[in-house]
């Protein structure tokens, strides 16, 4: 992502303001880096009468708009630049594109199809031009210009259910037996069934596991993106709680979902680019998987190498959009990047060179913690009590960085108390940085709204900390970073509610921000810091260490769901000690920088030179050990130019001109001219089959080996599975920066790869290969030993559950599908594994109609299931529905 199109998030608010008013309530930025710069947001529509549910929350990404853009283009089509943007609305999903799909209904009086055929491909679409891309990608985005209605009527479509339910209305059919038309063999052939008739075009079904783009809409410079926002993505999962993924049964049926979305992108001859990785995996509530497509412009305009320098942009600097923003004064004396490098970070800090306050963020960032997101805000440590100047000649005024501000307020002995007489042993109850301190923190430049939400119903101006060292003495909780960088903070936008007073020592906001700030960058200070890093982030969270400092957290009451917050665990070894905090830190100008540099330099050729040798020994090993800290999921080798050599003369052919058109038809169909009931069951039939051992896996190899992928571009993705495949089972990276580029140089593998079960082993080296033209295909995969057909049968039974449709819609088709034997069909652990996702729908029935299909549901379940799985799945959704009965009686 270029600088250039990052806001920082007050101007990121300000704009989104502007483009849809102030009703639309911006939640928090979308970072790419440690710092509060980015491109998207969470946003949501408030409900408009008390007790009414909200619309829900999304995520609203601003792509920037060039002539040269894909997306631009596309919009620029079906959505006039003028107010009465309505009559030209395009949605790809309706009545009317199915029509033009099948060689029907003009528009204007040129069909869709000819409009997108008659441009050609263009470098980023190998099979298609953009816009019949865009269109498969995004089927069910509203087009239309940039306005709180519009906005409204998006989420109202969206949480109505309706936006996909006539293709499961056209399944219904085919299970009853009915005529249904082209959708429900189209989406049967999107999740992997044959549909006998072979077509180039793509259709306008979204596959089930690509997050819906439920809008595109246009500013005077920008295409907004709006999509639904998931409560959990891979990556929290497996830092919070892994134990969420329950079995090797459900990694698999992760790993299917995955490759399925790839299958179709790389069919339609796209890629999903360079940052396939746990964060763009967006997980639902019932962990059903959406990848994330629209985080990259990768089907847009960007610019190359050359015009980037030309222009004077850079990608090792984050700036503001907006050139007027404040942002830049207060972190224009910080090394901002956009990438996070543990390794490198941490040794810049033990070395003196990065600050601590750079050092903390980016720690806050691999913890998983957001600026604006006052559940789960950046942390930072009280460094003084405000009780007097800092001095570092003088002890007063200074906390003790060894112990927890949670240990401090409470004391020893009622910390003491409360482990010992607690049902569960614990020290702290709730986490170092809660939402009611971040608001209490941030009062006088929050809404009134959000205060009343967070710290009271009733809003009193008074009960606020009017003072820095009455705030510090009112929380048990840490620090917030913006006491250290943003004089914005101490200063109210509320009638009746006084600035924030700094103390005495401080003669305005201003001198107090810089004071405050050399006090954490101080030497007292940096000699002190790694106890605190081992206290909020590392060895004493767990085991004998937390309990002696006291630290020992409550656990969470449901520790097999998934949560998107948590305490992350960064390092299991003591932190070291600073190694720089000798030396003199400025963080004012490059002039300054410089003579500090020179500084620190002196200083450090004074050391002994065996103190320094073991310091720098403890430092590298505790590097090692956290090296997984840099993790990297993709294949950094990428041909700029999208060109390779043909095998005939080394001449160069564009990938366009040389992919291969990958079929998501079965080669094994067979030969009937439409889909049926029968069918569909011999699909989703269980067979013998006992399960795959590893020689089944080499012969899998061997099929496969001989076969080449032509796209290094899709390469790179296969590389990004591999490393995904491995990670779920290690619950750590693959690869760090250090060892990729060792097993790049060499090809020497990670040591961690030994520790995976030989199958998975043998499945990620093949995807990780570095001649990545040996490397496997998607559907090469997806027809691995890996996945039995208790995953294959599984899928095909849930995906149409996943369609944006209404419940009763979903209801009819398990009911239906379920009646004409379909769980028998797959058998028992299948149909264990499917009761999750099936039963909730029981729950809500609002008429007779429904309530005797949720009958039939529960009753085929009974039939299917062992008497420990109706006992743990069904008794207790039948349960839920006589409480249910009571109440309205």
């Known amino acids: 992502m270029e600088e250039a199109h990052d806001h920082c998030f007050e101007c990121l608010q300000l704009r989104i303001k502007s483009d849809f008013s102030d009703r639309l309530v911006f939640h928090y930025g979308i970072s790419p880096s440690a710092f509060p710069f980015g491109s998207s947001a969470i946003v949501e529509i408030p409900s408009t009468t008390a007790g009414e549910v909200s619309a829900g929350q999304y995520i609203l990404s601003y792509r920037p708009s060039h002539e040269q853009d894909c997306f631009t283009k596309f919009i620029d089509e079906h959505c006039p630049d003028n107010d009465d943007f309505r009559t030209s609305n395009y949605i790809p999903g309706e009545s009317q594109y199915n029509n033009d799909f099948n060689g029907g209904a003009e528009r204007d009086g040129i069909s869709l199809l000819e409009s997108g055929r008659r441009k050609g491909c263009c470098n980023h679409s190998r099979r298609f031009s953009c816009s019949r891309t865009i269109a498969a990608l995004a089927p069910i985005a509203r087009m239309g210009i940039s306005s709180y209605s519009t906005f409204e009527e998006v989420a109202a479509d969206f949480m109505s259910g309706s936006l996909e339910d006539h293709i499961l209305d056209s399944l219904n059919l085919t299970i009853e037996g009915k005529a249904s038309g082209r959708e429900s063999i189209n989406f049967l052939n999107l999740i992997g069934l044959p549909s006998f008739e072979e077509d180039t075009v793509p259709g306008s079904l979204r596959h089930p596991n690509i997050a819906p783009v439920i809008a595109m809409l246009k500013t005077s410079n920008h295409v907004n993106m709006v999509l639904p926002k998931t409560p959990y993505n891979l990556e929290s999962t497996l830092h919070y709680n892994p134990n969420a993924l329950k079995s090797d049964w459900h990694k698999r049926f992760l790993v299917y979902q995955l490759l399925s979305a790839l299958w179709y992108l790389h069919d339609l001859g796209v890629s999903y680019g360079g940052n396939l990785c746990p964060s763009n995996v967006m997980l639902t509530n019932s962990l059903w998987s959406w990848l994330r497509l629209w985080n990259e412009p990768e089907l847009g305009y960007a610019l190359k190498p050359q015009e980037s320098e030309r222009n004077g942009s850079t990608l090792s600097k984050i700036r503001c959009f907006n050139g007027g923003c404040e942002s830049g004064s207060l972190y224009a004396d910080l090394k901002l990047s956009p990438s996070i490098d543990w390794h490198s970070s941490f040794t810049k800090w033990w070395r003196g060179e990065l600050s601590n306050f750079e050092y903390l963020l980016i720690l806050n960032k691999l913890t998983g913690r957001r600026w604006g997101d006052h559940t789960f805000h950046p942390v930072m440590p009280w460094v003084i009590d405000f009780s007097t100047k800092?001095?570092?000649?003088?002890?007063?005024?200074?906390?003790?960085?060894?112990?927890?501000?949670?240990?401090?307020?409470?004391?020893?002995?009622?910390?003491?108390?409360?482990?010992?007489?607690?049902?569960?042993?614990?020290?702290?109850?709730?986490?170092?940085?809660?939402?009611?301190?971040?608001?209490?923190?941030?009062?006088?430049?929050?809404?009134?709204?959000?205060?009343?939400?967070?710290?009271?119903?009733?809003?009193?101006?008074?009960?606020?900390?009017?003072?820095?060292?009455?705030?510090?003495?009112?929380?048990?909780?840490?620090?917030?970073?913006?006491?250290?960088?943003?004089?914005?903070?101490?200063?109210?936008?509320?009638?009746?509610?006084?600035?924030?007073?700094?103390?005495?020592?401080?003669?305005?906001?201003?001198?107090?921000?810089?004071?405050?700030?050399?006090?954490?960058?101080?030497?007292?200070?940096?000699?002190?810091?790694?106890?605190?890093?081992?206290?909020?982030?590392?060895?004493?969270?767990?085991?004998?260490?937390?309990?002696?400092?006291?630290?020992?957290?409550?656990?969470?009451?449901?520790?097999?769901?998934?949560?998107?917050?948590?305490?992350?665990?960064?390092?299991?070894?003591?932190?070291?000690?600073?190694?720089?905090?000798?030396?003199?830190?400025?963080?004012?100008?490059?002039?300054?920088?410089?003579?500090?540099?020179?500084?620190?330099?002196?200083?450090?050729?004074?050391?002994?030179?065996?103190?320094?040798?073991?310091?720098?020994?403890?430092?590298?090993?505790?590097?090692?050990?956290?090296?997984?800290?840099?993790?990297?999921?993709?294949?950094?080798?990428?041909?700029?130019?999208?060109?390779?050599?043909?095998?005939?003369?080394?001449?160069?052919?564009?990938?366009?001109?040389?992919?291969?058109?990958?079929?998501?038809?079965?080669?094994?169909?067979?030969?009937?001219?439409?889909?049926?009931?029968?069918?569909?069951?011999?699909?989703?039939?269980?067979?013998?089959?006992?399960?795959?051992?590893?020689?089944?896996?080499?012969?899998?190899?061997?099929?496969?080996?001989?076969?080449?992928?032509?796209?290094?571009?899709?390469?790179?993705?296969?590389?990004?599975?591999?490393?995904?495949?491995?990670?779920?089972?290690?619950?750590?990276?693959?690869?760090?920066?250090?060892?990729?580029?060792?097993?790049?140089?060499?090809?020497?593998?990670?040591?961690?790869?030994?520790?995976?079960?030989?199958?998975?082993?043998?499945?990620?080296?093949?995807?990780?290969?570095?001649?990545?033209?040996?490397?496997?295909?998607?559907?090469?995969?997806?027809?691995?030993?890996?996945?039995?057909?208790?995953?294959?049968?599984?899928?095909?039974?849930?995906?149409?559950?996943?369609?944006?449709?209404?419940?009763?819609?979903?209801?009819?088709?398990?009911?239906?599908?379920?009646?004409?034997?379909?769980?028998?069909?797959?058998?028992?652990?299948?149909?264990?594994?499917?009761?999750?996702?099936?039963?909730?729908?029981v729950l809500d029935t609002a008429n007779v109609t429904e309530s005797e299909r949720a009958s039939v549901l529960v009753k085929e379940f009974i039939k299917c299931l062992t008497a420990q799985a109706v006992k743990t799945l069904v008794l207790p959704t039948i349960q839920k529905i006589l409480q249910a009965s009571c109440r309205l009686r």
């Not at 002890?395 to 020893?412: E, N």
């Not at 401080?506 to 206290?535: G, T, Y």
């Not at 993709?634 to 040389?658: A, C, F, N, W």
């Not at 899928?795 to 369609?803: K, R």
């Open 390 to 841: 800092p001095d570092e000649n003088c002890d007063a005024g200074w906390r003790d960085l060894s112990k927890s501000k949670w240990r401090l307020a409470k004391g020893d002995e009622q910390l003491d108390f409360t482990y010992s007489t607690s049902e569960i042993p614990h020290h702290v109850s709730d986490e170092c940085l809660s939402e009611l301190a971040v608001c209490s923190y941030k009062a006088r430049r929050l809404p009134l709204s959000v205060l009343r939400m967070a710290v009271r119903t009733v809003y009193e101006p008074n009960e606020y900390p009017s003072t820095m060292q009455r705030l510090y003495q009112w929380t048990p909780d840490e620090c917030i970073p913006e006491f250290y960088c943003d004089t914005r903070i101490f200063k109210s936008v509320h009638d009746g509610m006084a600035d924030l007073a700094v103390p005495s020592w401080a003669e305005s906001p201003e001198e107090f921000i810089k004071l405050h700030r050399d006090a954490l960058e101080s030497k007292r200070v940096s000699l002190q810091l790694h106890h605190w890093i081992d206290i909020t982030f590392g060895y004493k969270m767990s085991g004998e260490a937390a309990i002696a400092a006291k630290n020992v957290m409550l656990p969470v009451s449901e520790p097999m769901m998934p949560r998107s917050t948590g305490r992350r665990q960064l390092f299991t070894r003591p932190h070291p000690i600073r190694h720089g905090n000798t030396g003199i830190t400025c963080h004012s100008t490059n002039n300054n920088a410089k003579v500090c540099a020179h500084v620190n330099e002196l200083q450090n050729e004074i050391l002994s030179e065996a103190g320094y040798l073991q310091e720098l020994e403890e430092a590298s090993k505790f590097s090692e050990h956290a090296r997984h800290l840099s993790a990297s999921h993709h294949d950094p080798l990428y041909m700029l130019d999208r060109e390779i050599s043909s095998s005939k003369g080394g001449t160069k052919e564009t990938v366009s001109q040389v992919m291969p058109k990958l079929s998501l038809i079965g080669k094994n169909h067979i030969e009937h001219s439409k889909m049926d009931l029968i069918r569909l069951l011999q699909h989703i039939k269980e067979e013998d089959e006992c399960s795959s051992g590893y020689p089944d896996f080499l012969l899998w190899r061997q099929k496969f080996s001989c076969s080449k992928l032509i796209s290094e571009d899709v390469a790179r993705d296969i590389f990004s599975v591999g490393c995904i495949l491995s990670e779920l089972y290690l619950c750590r990276p693959l690869f760090d920066s250090t060892s990729l580029a060792t097993y790049l140089e060499d090809g020497t593998l990670p040591g961690c790869l030994q520790e995976l079960p030989p199958h998975i082993r043998l499945l990620v080296e093949a995807c990780i290969q570095k001649d990545w033209t040996r490397r496997p295909t998607a559907k090469t995969l997806l027809g691995s030993p890996y996945f039995p057909k208790t995953v294959k049968s599984a899928y095909l039974f849930l995906a149409p559950l996943q369609l944006l449709a209404k419940n009763e819609t979903r209801l009819r088709y398990a009911a239906n599908f379920a009646k004409q034997g379909a769980l028998k069909a797959m058998g028992t652990f299948a149909a264990e594994m499917c009761a999750p996702f099936c039963l909730p729908l």
